[in-house]
C-alpha cells in the first residue's frame, strides 16, 4: 500500500475527477482534496443522471415499471428483471412455473458472466493494459448473441413477466450455451496466464486498497466486494430464492481484502456461474413458461412486501407498499453499487491518485444503478 507522506507546508488543492473521467465509468463525479500526489480527502458527488425511477413506479401500472428495471444496472439487467418480478409475483400471489424459474436462472446467470468480462476488460484498461478488452468482448458478444435470441435485446432486458418468462428457448439456444461454456472454459486459463499472473498487474493490486469486513459492515457493502474482504455472503445462498437452491455451486471468498481479492471473487465466480447454467440445462424441466391465470391488471392486496437477489455487483433488493390499486403506493429500490461506492472516501484516504483509481475500478461501479 501507498505511504501517505503529510507535507510539512500542509498545502493541499482539490483535484475534480469526472463527471466525464473514463476511469470513473459514467457520470460521477470525485471531488479529490489533495496533498501533493496523495489523497486527503474523497468526496463522490451523485446526481448528475437521476431520472427519479422509484417516483416513476409509483406514477405508473405495477407492469408498465418492469422495462425501468433494465435501465438502472444496464449490466446485469436480467438480476433486475428477477427482483421486481418476484417482489410483485410475492405480493400477488402468483405462482411461477418451474420451467420459467429455470429459465431465468440461465439467462440471469449469462448476463451475469457477461457482466463480469465488460468488467475485467475496462479494468484492465484502467490499469493500462488494452488488449485483455478484445478478447473479453470477444467473448461477451457471444453470450449477447445467445440472449438476443430468447429476449430480443442485447443490454436492457426486459425478458422476464409476472408468473414466467415470455419466451421460451430452443434446441439452438440449449446447443449454443453448451459451446460457449466449453469456449470459455478453454479460454479462462489463457486470461489467467495474459493477465491474472502478470507481474505489473499484481504489483498494482495487491495490497492495494485495502477493506475491511469491519469497512464493509459499517457501510452495507456486498457483492464481490464483501466477499472479497472474507465476509461469506451470496443472497443466492444465504437468502435463496427461485431455484438456486437446486444447483451445486460455490461462493468464492478472498481473505486479503485488498483489489487483487476482489479481481479473484469476480474470476471464480464466472465458472460458478458456468456451473449453475450447466446443471440447469441437464435438470430443465418441460411444461409452460407462463403461469395460466395471472390477471391483465395487476392488484396486489395491501401490504408491505420486499424480495432481494444476487447481482453482478451486490445484494438488489425491491421494496413495495401495496395500497390494493393497480399502482404501488411505494416503490424503494435498495441498489448495492450505492453502498460500495460510500466506502470510497474512507479507504482512499492517504493513497496515491493511480492506487485510488485501482480502488475505484475493483469496485465494478455502474453509475446509472446510484443515479436511479
Request: contains cysteine.
Amino acid at each position: 500500500m501507498s505511504a501517505f507522506a503529510k507535507s510539512e507546508a500542509n498545502e493541499t488543492f482539490v483535484l475534480n475527477l469526472g463527471p466525464q473521467h473514463p476511469a470513473t465509468h459514467g457520470v460521477l463525479r470525485v471531488k479529490l482534496t489533495m496533498d501533493g500526489e496523495y489523497i486527503v480527502e474523497a468526496e463522490p458527488v451523485l446526481g448528475y443522471i437521476h431520472r427519479m425511477h422509484e417516483k416513476m413506479g409509483e406514477n405508473r401500472t405495477w407492469a408498465q415499471f418492469l422495462p425501468n428495471t433494465g435501465r438502472m444496472d444496464y449490466l446485469h439487467a436480467l438480476a433486475y428483471n428477477h427482483g421486481y418480478v418476484s417482489v410483485v409475483e410475492r405480493a400477488a400471489g402468483i405462482a411461477v412455473p418451474e420451467r420459467a424459474e429455470y429459465l431465468r436462472v440461465i439467462t440471469a446467470e449469462l448476463n451475469r458472466v457477461s457482466s463480469h468480462l465488460l468488467w475485467f476488460g475496462a479494468f484492465i484498461l484502467d490499469l493500462g493494459g488494452f488488449s485483455p478488452l478484445l478478447y473479453a468482448f470477444d467473448d461477451r458478444e457471444h453470450i449477447l448473441d445467445l440472449l438476443e435470441s430468447v429476449t430480443g435485446s442485447r443490454l436492457t432486458y426486459c425478458y422476464f413477466r409476472f408468473g414466467g418468462v415470455y419466451n421460451d428457448i430452443d434446441e439452438n439456444f440449449v446447443a449454443g450455451t453448451r459451446a460457449f461454456i466449453k469456449r470459455l472454459r478453454d479460454r479462462m486459463p489463457m486470461y489467467h496466464n495474459l493477465v491474472t499472473k502478470n507481474i505489473i498487474l499484481m504489483t498494482r493490486l495487491k495490497e492495494i486498497g485495502p477493506i475491511s469486513a469491519e469497512m464493509c459492515r459499517k457501510y452495507g457493502a456486498t457483492g464481490p466486494v464483501c466477499r472479497g474482504s472474507g465476509i461469506n455472503f451470496d443472497v443466492r445462498k444465504h437468502e435463496p430464492y427461485s431455484v438456486y437452491p437446486e444447483f451445486d455451486f460455490e461462493v468464492p471468498v478472498y481473505e486479503q481484502c485488498d483489489s487483487m481479492a476482489r479481481y479473484m471473487v469476480r474470476m471464480d465466480e464466472i465458472e460458478q456461474s458456468l456451473r449453475i447454467v450447466e446443471q440447469a440445462l441437464d435438470k430443465l424441466p418441460d411444461g409452460p413458461v407462463m403461469a395460466e391465470k395471472v390477471p391483465k391488471i395487476i392488484k396486489p392486496p395491501k401490504g408491505d412486501y420486499y424480495h432481494a437477489v444476487e447481482t453482478a455487483r451486490g445484494s438488489f433488493g425491491v421494496r413495495v407498499v401495496s395500497d390494493g390499486s393497480n399502482t404501488p403506493y411505494r416503490l424503494k429500490l435498495r441498489a448495492p453499487t450505492f453502498s460500495n461506492l460510500s466506502l470510497f472516501g474512507e479507504a482512499c484516504q492517504g493513497m496515491l491518485l493511480p492506487d485510488a483509481l485501482a480502488l475505484m475500478g475493483s469496485l465494478d461501479l455502474v453509475i446509472p444503478e446510484i443515479d436511479r
